[in-house]
């Protein structure tokens, strides 16, 4: 969770009023609705309203003032945004032919899905370096 740093003292001190949360849209969304009901328990004259966040400006809306809180990924370094706690996690899964060479893998490194290729335009020596890349790991600089 995002905010602006100075809507942090707005939200306590006013007990009427209405908080926007901005979320992209994943598969977490339908859960949400907890953490919007405990809230409005605790705040019983705020309104709560859940808009969809432009995943291209996610953090526009906080800055015109639009949105109060954004519920984005991480991670976020912003100077002038605070962050909040972690509101949910989600797997990271690799979707791929039960054909290709790292199906019959239990688990696959990220460094292996640079091996995981999308185009015709990549070729077998862009494929090479990627698995001396892996092979030698990355550079600590």
């Known amino acids: 969770m995002v905010m602006l740093a100075p809507s942090r003292t707005s939200l306590s001190n006013s007990a009427a009023m209405s908080v926007t949360v901005k979320a992209t849209m994943t598969p977490a969304g339908r859960w949400w609705r907890i953490y919007f009901d405990s809230f409005a328990t605790r705040h019983p004259g705020c309104d709560v309203r859940h808009r969809h ?11 015109t003032g639009e949105a109060d809180l954004a519920i984005v990924w991480l991670p976020v370094e912003e100077r002038d945004l605070t962050v909040g706690p972690v509101v949910f996690t989600e797997p990271v899964v690799l979707a791929m032919s039960a054909t290709h060479p790292l199906a019959a893998r239990v688990s696959v490194s990220p460094a292996r899905w640079a091996l995981v290729w999308r185009s015709a ?4 020596l862009i494929r090479d370096f990627a698995e001396i890349v ?8």
């Open 53 to 63: 966040l432009d995943f291209g400006n996610p953090f526009g809306r906080l800055r």
């Open 121 to 124: 335009a990549e070729t077998c």
């Open 134 to 141: 892996h092979d030698l790991g990355p550079l600590a600089l």
